[in-house]
Nanobody, 125 residues
Framework: QAQLVESGGGLVQAGGSLRLSCAAS????????MGWFRQTPGKERDFVAA????????LYADSVKGRFTISRDNAKKMVYLQMNNLKPEDTAVYYC??????????????????WGQGTQVTVSS
């Protein structure tokens, strides 16, 4: 069981940086894979990044490789998404998610058990 709350969204100029945070609660957090997804109006929720429960494996969408970094601090029950060199196409509502699924399916939003409320990221050109 987990509850997730995202924060850190906002307005930033293209080329700028932003760090999103997700605060988690629940006894199972430390054994959950954590993911970040994003969604724009009329579009499906797309995978951005994931990190396994121990923090030693990460996975990124091709569109954000080299620009975004996912990390977690299990002692603080936090997961982060550091976003650098932001582009207008990164504009979306960003959601964190937790799941106990097999690692190879973490790109699939339907495999996650818990979701945060989302935080808006807007990148101006």
């Amino acid at each position: 069981q987990a509850q997730l709350v995202e924060s850190g969204g906002g307005l930033v100029q293209a080329g700028g940086s932003l760090r999103l945070s997700c605060a988690a609660s629940g006894r199972t957090f430390s054994r959950y894979n954590m993911g970040w997804f994003r969604q724009t109006p009329g579009k499906e929720r797309d995978f951005v990044a994931a990190i396994n429960w121990s923090g030693d494996s990460t996975l990124y969408a091709d569109s954000v490789k080299g620009r975004f970094t996912i990390s977690r601090d299990n002692a603080k029950k936090m997961v982060y998404l550091q976003m650098n060199n932001l582009k207008p196409e990164d504009t979306a509502v960003y959601y964190c998610a937790a799941g106990s699924q097999s690692w190879w399916v973490v790109r699939n939003r339907r495999e996650y058990d818990f979701w945060g409320q989302g935080t808006q990221v807007t990148v101006s050109s």
